[in-house]
T-cell receptor, first 118, second 110 residues
Framework: GAVVSQHPSWVICKSGTSVKIECRSL??????MFWYRQFPKQSLMLMAT?????????EQGVEKDKFLINHASLTLSTLTVTSAHPEDSSFYIC??????????????FGPGTRLTVL | QKEVEQNSGPLSVPEGAIASLNCTYS??????FFWYRQYSGKSPELIMS????GDKEDGRFTAQLNKASQYVSLLIRDSQPSDSATYLC??????????FGSGTRLLVRP
Protein backbone atom coordinates (compact mmCIF):
# COMPACT_ATOMS: atom_id res chain seq x y z
CA GLY A 1 0.00 0.00 0.00
CA ALA A 2 0.83 3.73 -0.06
CA VAL A 3 2.26 3.80 -3.57
CA VAL A 4 2.92 7.08 -5.32
CA SER A 5 3.80 7.26 -8.99
CA GLN A 6 5.31 10.03 -11.06
CA HIS A 7 5.35 10.55 -14.77
CA PRO A 8 7.59 10.97 -16.62
CA SER A 9 10.56 9.49 -14.78
CA TRP A 10 12.91 11.63 -16.79
CA VAL A 11 12.55 14.38 -19.39
CA ILE A 12 14.90 16.40 -21.53
CA CYS A 13 13.64 19.62 -23.01
CA LYS A 14 14.86 22.73 -24.74
CA SER A 15 15.23 26.01 -22.92
CA GLY A 16 12.03 28.05 -23.04
CA THR A 17 9.64 25.12 -23.26
CA SER A 18 7.21 23.94 -20.59
CA VAL A 19 7.21 20.56 -18.91
CA LYS A 20 4.39 18.92 -16.99
CA ILE A 21 5.05 16.34 -14.28
CA GLU A 22 2.26 14.18 -12.86
CA CYS A 23 2.08 12.76 -9.35
CA ARG A 24 -0.50 10.11 -8.53
CA SER A 25 -1.38 8.29 -5.33
CA LEU A 26 -2.28 4.83 -6.59
CA UNK A 27 -3.93 3.14 -3.65
CA UNK A 28 -5.00 5.92 -1.34
CA UNK A 29 -6.54 9.34 -1.42
CA UNK A 30 -4.33 12.29 -0.68
CA UNK A 31 -5.80 15.62 0.30
CA UNK A 32 -2.29 17.02 0.46
CA MET A 33 0.62 16.50 -1.89
CA PHE A 34 4.03 18.08 -1.71
CA TRP A 35 6.54 18.99 -4.37
CA TYR A 36 10.25 18.90 -3.63
CA ARG A 37 13.35 19.67 -5.63
CA GLN A 38 16.74 18.09 -5.06
CA PHE A 39 19.94 19.31 -6.64
CA PRO A 40 22.97 16.98 -6.82
CA LYS A 41 24.49 16.17 -3.43
CA GLN A 42 21.91 18.33 -1.66
CA SER A 43 18.88 17.48 0.39
CA LEU A 44 15.25 17.81 -0.55
CA MET A 45 13.86 21.31 -0.54
CA LEU A 46 10.12 21.80 -0.32
CA MET A 47 8.80 23.88 -3.19
CA ALA A 48 5.09 23.90 -2.53
CA THR A 49 2.21 22.24 -0.77
CA UNK A 50 -0.68 21.19 -2.96
CA UNK A 51 -4.16 20.84 -1.51
CA UNK A 52 -6.99 19.28 -3.46
CA UNK A 53 -9.42 21.87 -4.69
CA UNK A 54 -7.47 24.91 -3.57
CA UNK A 55 -4.47 26.95 -4.59
CA UNK A 56 -1.04 25.63 -3.79
CA UNK A 57 1.07 27.21 -1.09
CA UNK A 58 4.57 28.05 -2.27
CA GLU A 59 7.70 28.25 -0.18
CA GLN A 60 9.64 31.45 0.00
CA GLY A 61 11.76 31.98 -3.09
CA VAL A 62 9.74 29.67 -5.33
CA GLU A 63 8.09 31.49 -8.22
CA LYS A 64 4.45 30.48 -8.40
CA ASP A 65 4.10 31.74 -11.97
CA LYS A 66 6.98 29.57 -13.07
CA PHE A 67 6.03 26.41 -11.21
CA LEU A 68 2.33 25.90 -11.77
CA ILE A 69 0.68 23.36 -9.51
CA ASN A 70 -2.75 21.85 -9.98
CA HIS A 71 -4.30 19.38 -7.57
CA ALA A 72 -7.38 18.41 -9.53
CA SER A 73 -8.40 15.31 -7.61
CA LEU A 74 -7.64 13.35 -4.47
CA THR A 75 -5.17 11.21 -6.38
CA LEU A 76 -3.52 13.58 -8.85
CA SER A 77 -1.33 16.65 -8.63
CA THR A 78 0.62 18.17 -11.50
CA LEU A 79 3.64 20.45 -11.57
CA THR A 80 4.28 22.44 -14.73
CA VAL A 81 7.66 24.07 -15.13
CA THR A 82 7.02 26.96 -17.49
CA SER A 83 9.67 28.49 -19.73
CA ALA A 84 12.26 26.10 -18.37
CA HIS A 85 15.89 27.15 -18.21
CA PRO A 86 19.04 25.11 -17.58
CA GLU A 87 19.09 26.19 -13.93
CA ASP A 88 15.74 24.42 -13.51
CA SER A 89 17.44 21.10 -14.23
CA SER A 90 16.95 19.05 -11.10
CA PHE A 91 15.32 16.00 -9.55
CA TYR A 92 11.68 16.79 -8.82
CA ILE A 93 9.99 14.57 -6.26
CA CYS A 94 6.41 14.57 -5.09
CA UNK A 95 5.00 13.09 -1.94
CA UNK A 96 1.50 12.39 -0.78
CA UNK A 97 -0.02 12.35 2.66
CA UNK A 98 -2.94 9.96 3.05
CA UNK A 99 -6.21 11.63 3.98
CA UNK A 100 -6.67 11.70 7.73
CA UNK A 101 -5.46 15.07 8.86
CA UNK A 102 -2.21 16.96 8.87
CA UNK A 103 0.67 15.76 10.92
CA UNK A 104 -0.80 12.33 11.56
CA UNK A 105 0.38 10.30 8.62
CA UNK A 106 3.70 9.87 6.96
CA UNK A 107 4.47 11.27 3.54
CA UNK A 108 5.06 8.70 0.84
CA PHE A 109 7.33 9.70 -1.99
CA GLY A 110 7.05 9.17 -5.69
CA PRO A 111 10.07 7.86 -7.63
CA GLY A 112 11.01 11.30 -8.84
CA THR A 113 11.37 12.99 -12.22
CA ARG A 114 14.76 14.01 -13.49
CA LEU A 115 14.48 17.16 -15.59
CA THR A 116 17.29 18.25 -17.86
CA VAL A 117 16.92 21.54 -19.68
CA LEU A 118 19.28 22.05 -22.58
CA GLN B 1 15.16 29.47 10.50
CA LYS B 2 14.19 25.91 11.26
CA GLU B 3 17.12 23.56 10.78
CA VAL B 4 17.84 19.87 10.82
CA GLU B 5 21.49 19.00 11.15
CA GLN B 6 23.21 15.78 10.18
CA ASN B 7 26.82 14.77 9.78
CA SER B 8 27.36 14.31 6.05
CA GLY B 9 29.73 11.38 6.53
CA PRO B 10 30.54 9.08 5.00
CA LEU B 11 30.07 6.78 7.95
CA SER B 12 31.90 3.55 7.18
CA VAL B 13 31.13 0.39 9.13
CA PRO B 14 32.00 -3.27 8.53
CA GLU B 15 29.28 -5.71 7.59
CA GLY B 16 27.49 -7.00 10.68
CA ALA B 17 28.29 -3.95 12.80
CA ILE B 18 25.88 -1.41 14.27
CA ALA B 19 25.59 1.85 12.37
CA SER B 20 24.58 4.88 14.41
CA LEU B 21 23.18 7.92 12.64
CA ASN B 22 22.44 11.16 14.45
CA CYS B 23 20.32 14.22 13.86
CA THR B 24 19.58 17.42 15.76
CA TYR B 25 16.80 19.88 15.09
CA SER B 26 16.13 23.47 16.05
CA UNK B 27 12.32 23.72 16.21
CA UNK B 28 11.39 22.81 19.77
CA UNK B 29 7.73 22.58 18.74
CA UNK B 30 8.33 19.66 16.39
CA UNK B 31 6.31 16.55 17.19
CA UNK B 32 6.97 14.10 14.36
CA PHE B 33 10.29 12.71 13.24
CA PHE B 34 11.21 10.49 10.34
CA TRP B 35 14.13 8.61 8.88
CA TYR B 36 14.30 8.08 5.14
CA ARG B 37 16.77 6.06 3.12
CA GLN B 38 17.78 7.34 -0.30
CA TYR B 39 19.79 5.38 -2.80
CA SER B 40 21.72 7.33 -5.42
CA GLY B 41 19.40 8.59 -8.14
CA LYS B 42 16.28 7.38 -6.34
CA SER B 43 13.68 9.07 -4.20
CA PRO B 44 13.53 8.72 -0.40
CA GLU B 45 12.00 5.66 1.17
CA LEU B 46 10.47 5.88 4.64
CA ILE B 47 12.21 3.65 7.17
CA MET B 48 10.94 4.81 10.55
CA SER B 49 8.71 7.36 12.16
CA UNK B 50 8.84 8.30 15.82
CA UNK B 51 6.63 10.66 17.78
CA UNK B 52 7.40 10.19 21.48
CA UNK B 53 10.53 10.11 23.58
CA GLY B 54 12.35 6.84 23.85
CA ASP B 55 13.12 4.01 21.48
CA LYS B 56 11.12 2.50 18.67
CA GLU B 57 12.27 -0.73 17.10
CA ASP B 58 11.38 -2.20 13.71
CA GLY B 59 13.42 -5.18 12.65
CA ARG B 60 17.09 -4.18 12.43
CA PHE B 61 16.23 -0.51 12.86
CA THR B 62 15.81 1.42 16.10
CA ALA B 63 14.89 5.06 16.22
CA GLN B 64 15.60 7.05 19.36
CA LEU B 65 14.08 10.40 20.25
CA ASN B 66 15.01 12.88 22.98
CA LYS B 67 12.89 15.99 22.67
CA ALA B 68 14.58 17.73 25.59
CA SER B 69 17.91 17.50 23.78
CA GLN B 70 16.28 17.98 20.35
CA TYR B 71 18.00 14.89 19.18
CA VAL B 72 16.92 11.90 17.14
CA SER B 73 19.01 8.93 16.07
CA LEU B 74 18.77 5.78 14.00
CA LEU B 75 20.57 2.55 14.82
CA ILE B 76 20.99 -0.13 12.19
CA ARG B 77 21.96 -3.50 13.62
CA ASP B 78 23.71 -6.21 11.64
CA SER B 79 24.50 -3.73 8.86
CA GLN B 80 24.49 -5.14 5.36
CA PRO B 81 26.16 -3.80 2.20
CA SER B 82 22.65 -3.20 0.85
CA ASP B 83 22.17 -0.67 3.66
CA SER B 84 24.75 1.57 1.98
CA ALA B 85 22.81 4.70 1.11
CA THR B 86 22.17 8.24 2.28
CA TYR B 87 19.96 8.47 5.35
CA LEU B 88 17.81 11.56 5.64
CA CYS B 89 16.45 12.80 8.92
CA UNK B 90 13.21 14.73 8.53
CA UNK B 91 11.32 16.73 11.12
CA UNK B 92 7.74 17.87 10.74
CA UNK B 93 7.45 21.45 11.86
CA UNK B 94 4.51 23.14 13.52
CA UNK B 95 2.97 23.91 10.13
CA UNK B 96 3.11 20.22 9.15
CA UNK B 97 5.94 20.63 6.66
CA UNK B 98 8.84 18.21 6.50
CA UNK B 99 12.22 19.80 7.01
CA PHE B 100 15.02 17.55 5.78
CA GLY B 101 18.58 17.31 6.94
CA SER B 102 21.31 17.14 4.35
CA GLY B 103 21.71 13.41 4.94
CA THR B 104 24.43 11.07 6.18
CA ARG B 105 26.07 8.76 3.68
CA LEU B 106 26.51 5.26 5.09
CA LEU B 107 28.98 2.79 3.62
CA VAL B 108 28.84 -0.82 4.80
CA ARG B 109 32.06 -2.66 3.93
CA PRO B 110 31.70 -6.36 3.04
Amino acid sequence: GAVVSQHPSWVICKSGTSVKIECRSLDFQATTMFWYRQFPKQSLMLMATSNEGSKATYEQGVEKDKFLINHASLTLSTLTVTSAHPEDSSFYICSAEPAGGPGVNEQFFGPGTRLTVL
Amino acid sequence: QKEVEQNSGPLSVPEGAIASLNCTYSDRGSQSFFWYRQYSGKSPELIMSIYSNGDKEDGRFTAQLNKASQYVSLLIRDSQPSDSATYLCAVMDSSYKLIFGSGTRLLVRP
